[in-house]
């Protein structure tokens, strides 16, 4: 099976940074897209970045120029690296891969971390 596992949320001041990782393990065959979900109390989850194999980048409107996002795909691992947090970003944040199993090599499934919580205080 596959393991997504998150790591490096905590509680911060506003204007102050974080960065997260996830770490996939298991009978990994190919890793395709990777990126980071969050959601809020109350709210739905949303996109915050995505990143392609090949280091092509996508973002939330909301986190333009403060976040970035980045891979090692030789160790299966993706970042996000969070600047001038604001209270708005609090919430947990997910890591979701899209991944083929040595089990089913032609075929991507997407998976998910349990969830790192991050918050901002004012």
């Known amino acids: 099976q596959v393991q997504l596992v998150e790591s490096g949320g905590g509680l911060v001041q506003a204007g102050g940074s974080l960065r997260l990782s996830c770490a996939a393990s298991?009978?990994?065959?190919?890793?395709?897209?990777m990126g980071w979900y969050r959601q809020a109390p109350g709210k739905q989850r949303e996109l915050v970045s995505t990143?392609?194999?090949?280091?092509?980048?996508n973002y939330a409107d909301s986190v333009k120029g403060r976040f970035t996002i980045s891979r090692d795909n030789a160790k299966n691992t993706v970042y996000l690296q969070m600047n001038s947090l604001k209270p708005e970003d609090t919430g947990v944040y997910y890591c979701?891969?899209?991944?083929?199993?040595?089990?089913?090599?032609?075929?991507?499934?997407?998976?998910w971390g349990r969830g790192t919580q991050v918050t901002v205080s004012s």
């Open positions: 979701n891969a899209w991944i083929a199993t040595l089990q089913a090599m032609r075929t991507t499934t997407s998976y």
């Open positions: 298991g009978s990994i065959f190919s890793i395709n897209a």
């Open positions: 990143i392609t194999t090949g280091g092509s980048t």
